[in-house]
């Protein structure tokens, strides 16, 4: 297995895209430590992986939150003893509202979590990366990190900081062996994407179903669908991190059945 005698950090892994990397990176082998604010999630997810014959840890955290980030990886390394693979996952959609009538709480909070928890996260393991002289790094960041949608900024904003994040961390601690990439997902099935739709008619004063249409209609995607797993991506992952992605570190690889193409 690609994973064998490898810890994983995944943050927002209760979830969504989180889950399914956390599943699939315990399939190949990691003891995955998972972490989140919401942990009756996380324990759920330790438990799939624990009915595999996997080893997880669940372990609350609010990732904006640079107290908690020092506790959760200080207890990652007692238990496991090292780490090699940190998952940048967290991540809030935000308001959906212009910027003319976003409150700055609201600015702030999506930055926070988004943004300065991968740093906080990724600053926190290197220092034993470092010291191994080994370690992958993989952010999530979104098409919306490559693209403006109008009623998202601060969310926009958190995935645009993301990717040029990855490209300068990649950068200073490759010397160390240690490689640093980016995944930006396109719509992605699940909770997350149907929340949007929700907020995006609510503030449209629109149906879910419209604005669905209004999708499928403005959308064109070479595989013919406008949507993607979370398994898709989370197999993306699996890769980046993998000794067979070994001369790949600074990049963002779009998982977005062709959409990222559209102009």
């Known amino acids: 297995m690609k994973f064998d005698n490898k810890v ?10 989180g889950e399914a990397i956390s599943l ?137 900081g993301m990717i040029g994040f990855t490209q300068t961390l990649a950068m200073e601690v490759g010397r160390y062996n240690i490689r640093v990439n980016c995944i930006s997902p396109g719509r992605t099935e699940g909770e997350r994407i149907e929340n949007v739709r929700k907020a995006r008619a609510e503030a449209a004063g629109l149906t879910y179903e419209e604005i669905l249409n209004r999708e499928r209609a403005t959308t064109t995607s070479p595989l013919g669908r406008i949507t993607v797993t979370t398994d898709e991506v989370a197999n993306t992952a699996v890769f980046l991190v993998s000794d067979e992605s070994g001369g790949i570190t600074g990049e963002n690889i779009s998982v977005s059945a062709g959409t990222a193409l559209q102009t």
């Open 8 to 17: 994983a950090i995944v943050t927002g892994g209760g979830v969504g895209i």
């Open 24 to 160: 699939a990176f315990a399939s190949e082998g990691a003891a995955v430590v998972v972490a989140a604010r919401t942990l009756p999630r996380l324990k759920a997810v330790v438990e799939k992986i624990k009915s595999g014959g996997g080893k997880a840890t669940a372990i609350q955290t609010d990732v904006s939150d640079e107290g908690q980030v020092k506790r959760m990886v200080a207890q990652t390394l007692s238990e496991y003893g090292q780490v090699d693979i940190l998952v940048n996952n967290s991540g809030i959609m935000g308001p959906t509202a212009s910027v003319v009538d976003i409150k700055l709480e609201d600015w702030n909070e999506v930055l926070a979590i988004n943004l300065t928890g991968a740093m906080l996260c990724s600053r926190e393991v290197l220092k034993s990366m470092v010291t191994r002289q080994r370690g992958n790094i993989l952010n999530i960041s979104s098409r919306a990190g490559q693209k403006g949608f109008p009623m998202r900024s601060p969310y926009c904003v958190s995935k645009w």
